[in-house]
Protein backbone atom coordinates (compact mmCIF):
# COMPACT_ATOMS: atom_id res chain seq x y z
CA UNK A 1 0.00 0.00 0.00
CA UNK A 2 1.20 3.00 -0.76
CA UNK A 3 1.25 6.92 -2.48
CA UNK A 4 -2.37 8.80 -2.24
CA UNK A 5 -4.20 6.25 -0.36
CA UNK A 6 -1.85 5.64 2.04
CA UNK A 7 -3.86 8.11 4.87
CA UNK A 8 -6.93 6.72 4.01
CA UNK A 9 -6.01 3.30 4.04
CA UNK A 10 -4.45 3.87 7.54
CA UNK A 11 -7.33 5.92 8.57
CA UNK A 12 -9.74 3.06 7.19
CA UNK A 13 -7.84 0.01 9.28
CA UNK A 14 -7.72 1.92 12.76
CA UNK A 15 -10.63 0.41 13.85
CA UNK A 16 -9.13 -2.55 13.75
CA UNK A 17 -5.00 -1.72 14.54
CA UNK A 18 -3.50 -4.09 16.67
CA UNK A 19 -2.96 -3.39 20.22
CA UNK A 20 0.35 -2.03 21.00
CA UNK A 21 2.13 -4.19 23.54
CA UNK A 22 3.30 -3.19 26.98
CA UNK A 23 7.28 -2.09 26.47
CA UNK A 24 8.68 -4.67 28.83
CA UNK A 25 12.27 -3.49 29.13
CA UNK A 26 11.16 0.15 29.95
CA UNK A 27 8.52 -1.40 32.38
CA UNK A 28 10.41 -3.17 34.36
CA UNK A 29 13.26 -0.28 34.68
CA UNK A 30 10.69 2.61 35.38
CA UNK A 31 9.29 0.33 38.24
CA UNK A 32 12.77 -0.28 39.90
CA UNK A 33 15.02 2.46 38.51
CA UNK A 34 14.47 5.00 41.30
CA UNK A 35 15.33 3.78 44.95
CA UNK A 36 18.01 1.20 43.68
CA UNK A 37 21.85 1.23 45.09
CA UNK A 38 23.85 -0.93 42.45
CA UNK A 39 22.46 -0.21 38.71
CA UNK A 40 23.31 -2.49 36.11
CA UNK A 41 20.20 -1.96 33.95
CA UNK A 42 21.74 1.57 32.36
CA UNK A 43 22.49 1.86 29.08
CA UNK A 44 24.05 5.10 28.79
CA UNK A 45 27.64 5.60 29.42
CA UNK A 46 28.06 7.28 32.86
CA UNK A 47 26.20 10.27 32.22
CA UNK A 48 27.60 13.67 32.11
CA UNK A 49 27.13 17.46 32.90
CA UNK A 50 27.56 20.32 30.86
CA UNK A 51 30.82 21.46 33.34
CA UNK A 52 31.74 18.02 32.94
CA UNK A 53 32.35 18.75 28.72
CA UNK A 54 33.44 22.48 29.82
CA UNK A 55 36.55 20.64 31.36
CA UNK A 56 37.64 18.99 27.85
CA UNK A 57 38.53 22.42 27.05
CA UNK A 58 42.22 24.05 27.55
CA UNK A 59 42.15 25.13 30.88
CA UNK A 60 43.09 28.97 30.58
CA UNK A 61 39.59 28.60 27.96
CA UNK A 62 37.50 27.04 30.11
CA UNK A 63 36.20 30.51 32.40
CA UNK A 64 35.45 32.31 28.90
CA UNK A 65 33.74 28.99 27.44
CA UNK A 66 31.45 28.50 29.87
CA UNK A 67 30.30 32.12 30.16
CA UNK A 68 29.53 32.58 26.77
CA UNK A 69 27.68 28.89 26.71
CA UNK A 70 26.17 30.55 29.63
CA UNK A 71 24.81 33.68 28.63
CA UNK A 72 23.96 32.84 25.32
CA UNK A 73 21.25 30.05 26.65
CA UNK A 74 20.21 32.30 30.01
CA UNK A 75 19.35 35.30 27.07
CA UNK A 76 18.07 32.92 24.84
CA UNK A 77 14.37 33.61 23.43
CA UNK A 78 12.52 30.95 24.04
CA UNK A 79 10.78 30.03 21.19
CA UNK A 80 9.61 27.26 19.06
CA UNK A 81 13.35 27.86 17.55
CA UNK A 82 15.16 26.01 14.88
CA UNK A 83 12.33 23.82 13.74
CA UNK A 84 13.78 21.18 11.14
CA UNK A 85 17.26 21.82 14.18
CA UNK A 86 19.52 24.20 13.99
CA UNK A 87 22.61 24.27 11.36
CA UNK A 88 25.54 23.97 13.48
CA UNK A 89 23.51 21.04 15.28
CA UNK A 90 23.33 19.04 11.63
CA UNK A 91 26.36 20.01 10.86
CA UNK A 92 28.09 18.25 13.88
CA UNK A 93 26.27 15.27 13.40
CA UNK A 94 27.25 15.47 10.09
CA UNK A 95 30.41 15.04 10.96
CA UNK A 96 30.36 11.81 13.18
CA UNK A 97 29.15 10.43 10.01
CA UNK A 98 31.59 11.15 7.96
CA UNK A 99 34.71 10.27 10.42
CA UNK A 100 35.04 7.10 8.76
CA UNK A 101 33.01 7.71 5.55
CA UNK A 102 35.05 6.06 2.62
CA UNK A 103 32.15 6.51 0.15
CA UNK A 104 32.05 9.60 -2.63
CA UNK A 105 28.72 10.30 -0.33
CA UNK A 106 29.22 12.49 2.17
CA UNK A 107 26.43 13.06 4.88
CA UNK A 108 25.12 16.68 4.78
CA UNK A 109 22.74 18.85 6.85
CA UNK A 110 20.58 18.15 4.17
CA UNK A 111 20.69 14.37 5.25
CA UNK A 112 19.67 14.64 8.33
CA UNK A 113 16.11 15.07 10.49
CA UNK A 114 16.15 15.80 14.11
CA UNK A 115 13.83 14.40 16.85
CA UNK A 116 13.34 13.83 20.35
CA UNK A 117 15.78 11.08 21.17
CA UNK A 118 16.70 7.36 19.11
CA UNK A 119 13.43 6.62 20.41
CA UNK A 120 11.36 9.53 18.56
CA UNK A 121 13.81 8.67 15.42
CA UNK A 122 13.10 5.63 15.14
CA UNK A 123 9.14 6.09 15.58
CA UNK A 124 9.21 8.63 12.99
CA UNK A 125 11.20 6.13 10.49
CA UNK A 126 8.20 3.24 11.47
CA UNK A 127 5.33 5.95 11.13
CA UNK A 128 6.96 7.31 7.98
CA UNK A 129 7.17 4.17 5.76
CA UNK A 130 4.74 1.20 7.89
CA UNK A 131 1.27 0.95 6.19
CA UNK A 132 -1.23 -1.92 7.20
CA UNK A 133 -0.32 -4.52 5.20
CA UNK A 134 3.01 -4.12 4.60
CA UNK A 135 5.54 -6.82 6.02
CA UNK A 136 8.36 -6.10 7.83
CA UNK A 137 11.47 -7.87 8.76
CA UNK A 138 13.25 -6.91 12.04
CA UNK A 139 15.96 -8.62 14.13
CA UNK A 140 15.15 -10.31 17.69
CA UNK A 141 16.38 -9.76 20.69
CA UNK A 142 16.32 -6.02 19.85
CA UNK A 143 15.04 -3.55 21.55
CA UNK A 144 11.58 -3.66 21.56
CA UNK A 145 10.29 -0.76 19.96
CA UNK A 146 12.02 -2.14 17.04
CA UNK A 147 9.62 -5.03 16.61
CA UNK A 148 6.61 -3.68 18.84
CA UNK A 149 6.20 -0.59 16.57
CA UNK A 150 5.99 -1.69 13.12
CA UNK A 151 4.19 -5.22 14.25
CA UNK A 152 1.08 -2.47 14.79
CA UNK A 153 1.85 -0.05 12.14
CA UNK A 154 2.23 -3.07 9.87
CA UNK A 155 -1.10 -4.40 11.58
CA UNK A 156 0.32 -7.63 12.29
CA UNK A 157 2.96 -8.15 9.45
CA UNK A 158 6.11 -8.29 11.26
CA UNK A 159 8.40 -11.03 10.49
CA UNK A 160 11.02 -11.83 13.17
CA UNK A 161 14.89 -12.18 12.12
CA UNK A 162 16.32 -14.27 14.89
CA UNK A 163 19.92 -14.05 16.12
CA UNK A 164 21.41 -16.60 18.05
CA UNK A 165 23.91 -16.88 20.86
CA UNK A 166 24.41 -20.06 19.33
CA UNK A 167 25.92 -18.75 16.22
CA UNK A 168 27.65 -16.05 18.10
CA UNK A 169 25.03 -13.44 17.33
CA UNK A 170 26.48 -12.95 13.77
CA UNK A 171 23.75 -12.79 10.99
CA UNK A 172 22.67 -16.10 9.06
CA UNK A 173 22.60 -14.28 5.70
CA UNK A 174 21.07 -17.66 3.96
CA UNK A 175 17.88 -17.71 6.74
CA UNK A 176 17.40 -13.58 6.12
CA UNK A 177 17.08 -14.58 2.28
CA UNK A 178 14.82 -17.20 2.75
CA UNK A 179 12.36 -15.10 5.13
CA UNK A 180 12.63 -12.07 2.83
CA UNK A 181 11.80 -14.63 -0.46
CA UNK A 182 8.78 -15.63 1.83
CA UNK A 183 7.56 -12.65 2.86
CA UNK A 184 8.50 -10.05 0.36
CA UNK A 185 9.12 -7.24 3.07
CA UNK A 186 9.11 -3.56 2.29
CA UNK A 187 11.92 -3.08 5.14
CA UNK A 188 13.95 -4.54 6.90
CA UNK A 189 15.02 -3.08 10.50
CA UNK A 190 18.37 -3.95 12.10
CA UNK A 191 20.84 -2.90 15.55
CA UNK A 192 24.16 -2.22 15.22
CA UNK A 193 25.77 -2.44 18.05
CA UNK A 194 22.37 -4.18 19.31
CA UNK A 195 21.26 -4.62 22.34
CA UNK A 196 20.64 -6.32 24.65
CA UNK A 197 23.66 -8.54 23.49
CA UNK A 198 26.76 -5.77 22.37
CA UNK A 199 27.27 -7.55 19.26
CA UNK A 200 28.78 -5.45 15.90
CA UNK A 201 28.59 -6.72 12.57
CA UNK A 202 31.40 -5.60 10.64
CA UNK A 203 31.25 -3.98 7.00
CA UNK A 204 31.72 -7.09 5.10
CA UNK A 205 28.68 -8.67 6.78
CA UNK A 206 26.53 -5.06 6.22
CA UNK A 207 27.50 -4.85 2.69
CA UNK A 208 26.31 -8.43 2.13
CA UNK A 209 22.95 -7.30 3.79
CA UNK A 210 22.50 -4.39 1.94
CA UNK A 211 23.11 -6.40 -1.31
CA UNK A 212 20.36 -8.38 -0.99
CA UNK A 213 18.02 -5.52 0.81
CA UNK A 214 19.16 -3.74 -2.89
CA UNK A 215 18.18 -6.83 -4.92
CA UNK A 216 15.24 -6.80 -3.37
CA UNK A 217 13.99 -2.72 -3.37
CA UNK A 218 13.66 -2.66 0.47
CA UNK A 219 14.67 0.11 2.76
CA UNK A 220 16.65 -0.76 5.33
CA UNK A 221 16.57 1.15 8.82
CA UNK A 222 19.72 0.42 11.17
CA UNK A 223 19.13 1.51 14.97
CA UNK A 224 22.71 3.19 15.50
CA UNK A 225 21.96 4.78 19.09
CA UNK A 226 25.13 3.02 20.44
CA UNK A 227 27.32 4.44 17.29
CA UNK A 228 30.32 4.79 17.95
CA UNK A 229 30.81 3.35 20.81
CA UNK A 230 33.29 0.57 19.56
CA UNK A 231 35.43 0.32 22.73
CA UNK A 232 36.99 -3.15 21.59
CA UNK A 233 36.37 -3.85 18.77
CA UNK A 234 39.39 -4.29 16.36
CA UNK A 235 37.17 -3.97 13.32
CA UNK A 236 34.27 -1.63 13.44
CA UNK A 237 31.89 -0.65 10.85
CA UNK A 238 31.22 2.31 9.48
CA UNK A 239 27.22 3.79 9.33
CA UNK A 240 24.77 1.98 7.18
CA UNK A 241 24.40 5.18 5.53
CA UNK A 242 28.01 5.50 3.97
CA UNK A 243 27.54 2.27 2.16
CA UNK A 244 26.31 4.10 -0.98
CA UNK A 245 22.48 2.36 -1.28
CA UNK A 246 19.88 4.90 -0.99
CA UNK A 247 17.27 3.40 0.61
CA UNK A 248 18.88 3.41 4.24
CA UNK A 249 18.46 4.91 8.04
CA UNK A 250 20.88 5.27 10.19
CA UNK A 251 19.03 6.75 13.78
CA UNK A 252 21.45 7.97 16.57
CA UNK A 253 20.99 10.17 19.75
CA UNK A 254 22.72 11.84 22.46
CA UNK A 255 21.90 9.21 25.14
CA UNK A 256 24.14 6.68 24.92
CA UNK A 257 27.62 6.88 23.05
CA UNK A 258 27.83 10.82 24.08
CA UNK A 259 26.48 10.34 27.69
CA UNK A 260 23.72 12.94 27.30
CA UNK A 261 20.32 10.79 27.49
CA UNK A 262 18.35 14.11 29.32
CA UNK A 263 18.70 16.52 26.11
CA UNK A 264 16.33 14.01 24.61
CA UNK A 265 17.93 15.13 21.52
CA UNK A 266 17.96 11.89 18.49
CA UNK A 267 18.29 11.87 14.60
CA UNK A 268 17.30 10.07 11.75
CA UNK A 269 20.14 10.28 8.78
CA UNK A 270 19.15 8.98 5.02
CA UNK A 271 20.58 10.15 1.31
CA UNK A 272 17.16 9.68 0.45
CA UNK A 273 16.05 13.47 -0.34
CA UNK A 274 12.45 12.23 -1.09
CA UNK A 275 12.10 10.31 1.95
CA UNK A 276 14.22 12.86 4.02
CA UNK A 277 10.81 15.21 2.96
CA UNK A 278 8.44 12.53 4.34
CA UNK A 279 9.78 12.25 7.53
CA UNK A 280 10.17 16.19 7.69
CA UNK A 281 6.37 16.41 6.45
CA UNK A 282 5.02 13.69 9.01
CA UNK A 283 7.19 15.00 11.60
CA UNK A 284 5.32 18.03 11.30
CA UNK A 285 2.42 15.89 13.64
CA UNK A 286 4.42 14.89 16.57
CA UNK A 287 7.42 17.14 17.42
CA UNK A 288 7.12 20.71 15.74
CA UNK A 289 10.68 21.19 16.68
CA UNK A 290 13.40 20.31 19.57
CA UNK A 291 13.69 22.15 22.47
CA UNK A 292 16.08 24.86 21.51
CA UNK A 293 18.18 24.72 25.08
CA UNK A 294 18.60 20.95 24.03
CA UNK A 295 19.79 22.06 20.51
CA UNK A 296 22.17 24.29 21.51
CA UNK A 297 23.65 22.04 24.41
CA UNK A 298 23.66 19.20 22.07
CA UNK A 299 26.13 21.15 19.29
CA UNK A 300 27.95 22.25 22.14
CA UNK A 301 28.66 19.21 23.27
CA UNK A 302 29.20 17.21 19.76
CA UNK A 303 32.01 19.81 19.09
CA UNK A 304 33.68 17.95 21.75
CA UNK A 305 32.57 14.27 20.57
CA UNK A 306 36.27 12.93 20.29
CA UNK A 307 37.15 13.63 23.87
CA UNK A 308 33.39 11.92 25.24
CA UNK A 309 34.21 9.11 22.89
CA UNK A 310 37.95 8.55 24.00
CA UNK A 311 36.28 9.34 27.75
CA UNK A 312 33.52 6.42 27.22
CA UNK A 313 35.30 3.49 25.68
CA UNK A 314 37.92 3.75 28.75
CA UNK A 315 34.65 3.34 31.04
CA UNK A 316 33.33 0.31 28.95
CA UNK A 317 36.73 -1.32 28.52
CA UNK A 318 37.29 -1.27 32.56
CA UNK A 319 33.38 -2.23 33.37
CA UNK A 320 33.90 -5.13 30.74
CA UNK A 321 37.25 -6.66 32.43
CA UNK A 322 35.19 -6.89 35.56
CA UNK A 323 32.52 -8.78 33.65
CA UNK A 324 35.49 -10.44 32.97
CA UNK A 325 36.72 -11.71 35.88
CA UNK A 326 33.15 -12.14 37.18
CA UNK A 327 32.16 -14.76 34.56
CA UNK A 328 35.67 -16.53 35.10
CA UNK A 329 35.24 -17.10 38.32
CA UNK A 330 31.33 -17.99 37.81
CA UNK A 331 32.96 -21.36 36.81
CA UNK A 332 30.33 -21.98 33.91
CA UNK A 333 27.63 -20.81 35.73
CA UNK A 334 27.51 -17.62 33.60
CA UNK A 335 28.12 -17.53 29.98
CA UNK A 336 28.18 -15.36 27.74
CA UNK A 337 29.21 -13.96 24.08
CA UNK A 338 31.72 -10.49 25.56
CA UNK A 339 30.45 -7.68 23.36
CA UNK A 340 32.93 -5.77 21.59
CA UNK A 341 30.58 -2.63 21.28
CA UNK A 342 27.74 -0.34 23.05
CA UNK A 343 26.83 -0.89 26.42
CA UNK A 344 25.26 -3.97 27.24
CA UNK A 345 26.03 -7.65 27.92
CA UNK A 346 23.44 -10.53 27.48
CA UNK A 347 24.55 -12.81 30.01
CA UNK A 348 23.63 -16.55 30.23
CA UNK A 349 22.33 -18.13 33.20
CA UNK A 350 23.44 -22.19 32.88
CA UNK A 351 21.02 -23.71 35.78
CA UNK A 352 17.17 -24.04 36.19
CA UNK A 353 17.05 -20.04 37.03
CA UNK A 354 13.92 -17.96 36.68
CA UNK A 355 16.15 -14.81 35.47
CA UNK A 356 12.65 -12.48 36.14
CA UNK A 357 12.54 -13.79 39.56
CA UNK A 358 15.82 -13.45 40.09
CA UNK A 359 15.96 -10.02 38.74
CA UNK A 360 12.92 -9.02 40.76
CA UNK A 361 14.47 -10.12 44.11
CA UNK A 362 17.64 -8.61 43.08
CA UNK A 363 15.98 -5.07 42.55
CA UNK A 364 13.28 -5.53 45.75
CA UNK A 365 15.19 -6.83 48.25
CA UNK A 366 19.11 -6.05 47.29
CA UNK A 367 18.45 -2.76 45.26
CA UNK A 368 20.27 -3.99 42.45
CA UNK A 369 19.00 -3.24 38.88
CA UNK A 370 19.56 -5.64 35.98
CA UNK A 371 17.13 -6.99 33.04
CA UNK A 372 15.60 -10.11 32.89
CA UNK A 373 16.10 -11.96 29.81
CA UNK A 374 12.41 -12.13 29.56
CA UNK A 375 11.90 -8.97 28.52
CA UNK A 376 13.69 -9.86 25.98
CA UNK A 377 11.36 -13.13 25.23
CA UNK A 378 14.50 -14.66 26.30
CA UNK A 379 14.30 -16.37 29.46
CA UNK A 380 17.28 -17.52 31.16
CA UNK A 381 19.50 -14.89 30.26
CA UNK A 382 19.74 -11.20 31.92
CA UNK A 383 21.05 -7.73 30.42
CA UNK A 384 23.70 -6.18 32.20
CA UNK A 385 24.56 -2.68 31.35
CA UNK A 386 28.46 -1.77 31.63
CA UNK A 387 28.80 1.56 30.83
CA UNK A 388 27.64 2.97 34.35
CA UNK A 389 30.04 4.08 37.09
CA UNK A 390 32.87 1.66 38.19
CA UNK A 391 30.99 1.68 41.68
CA UNK A 392 27.82 0.73 40.35
CA UNK A 393 29.00 -2.47 38.09
CA UNK A 394 31.49 -3.68 40.69
CA UNK A 395 28.61 -3.53 43.77
CA UNK A 396 26.10 -5.27 41.57
CA UNK A 397 28.09 -7.90 40.46
CA UNK A 398 29.02 -8.41 44.45
CA UNK A 399 25.57 -8.98 44.95
CA UNK A 400 24.81 -10.79 42.55
CA UNK A 401 27.22 -13.48 43.34
CA UNK A 402 25.95 -13.20 46.89
CA UNK A 403 22.70 -13.67 45.76
CA UNK A 404 23.73 -16.49 43.72
CA UNK A 405 25.87 -18.23 46.61
CA UNK A 406 22.77 -17.98 49.06
CA UNK A 407 21.18 -19.90 46.22
CA UNK A 408 23.92 -22.52 46.24
CA UNK A 409 24.05 -22.23 42.69
CA UNK A 410 27.60 -20.47 42.61
CA UNK A 411 30.51 -23.30 42.97
CA UNK A 412 33.31 -22.14 44.82
C1 LIG B 1 18.55 0.26 20.68
C2 LIG B 1 17.95 1.48 21.28
N1 LIG B 1 17.33 2.38 20.49
C3 LIG B 1 16.78 3.48 20.98
C4 LIG B 1 16.81 3.77 22.33
C5 LIG B 1 16.21 5.04 22.82
O1 LIG B 1 17.24 6.00 22.97
P1 LIG B 1 17.00 7.52 23.28
O2 LIG B 1 17.31 7.74 24.72
O3 LIG B 1 17.96 8.26 22.43
O4 LIG B 1 15.60 7.86 22.95
C6 LIG B 1 17.40 2.86 23.20
C7 LIG B 1 17.38 3.10 24.66
O5 LIG B 1 17.67 2.24 25.46
C8 LIG B 1 18.01 1.69 22.67
O6 LIG B 1 18.63 0.81 23.45
Same mark, same amino acid.
Given at each position: ?????????????????? $???? +?? &??????????? $????? /????????????????????????????? %??????????????? /???????????????????????????????? /?????? +?????? @????????????????????????????? @?? *???????? =?????????????????????????????? /??????????????????????????????????????????????????? @??? =????????????????? &?? %???? @??????? *???????? !??? !????????????????????????????????????????????????????? +?????????????????????????????????? #??????? #????????? #??????? &????????? %?
Amino acid at each position: MSGGNTSAARRKNIEIAM $IQED +FD &VEQFMNKYETG $IKYNL /GETCVDSMSIKDIIKFFPEDEQQSVEKQL %HDEVFNMKLVYGWIE /GSDELKTNIAKIYNEDNKSELKVTKENIIITN /GAIGAN +FLCFYT @LINPGDKIIAVEPSYQQLTSVPNVFSDGN @LV *KFPILDSE =GYQPDLDKLKLLINQHKPKMLIINNPNNPT /GYLWNNDQIAEIIDICKSNDMYIMCDEVYRPLYHSSTNPPTSIVNFGYKKT @LST =GSMSKAFSFAGLRLGWI &VS %HDDS @LIKDLAS *KRDYNTIS !ISM !IDDKFSSFILSNYKKILARNYVICQNNLKQIDNFIEESKGLITWIRPVAGTTA +FIKFNDNLITMDLSIELAEKHKVLMVPGECFQYP #GYARVGF #GNSVEDIKG #GLEVLKN &VLIEKGVWK %H
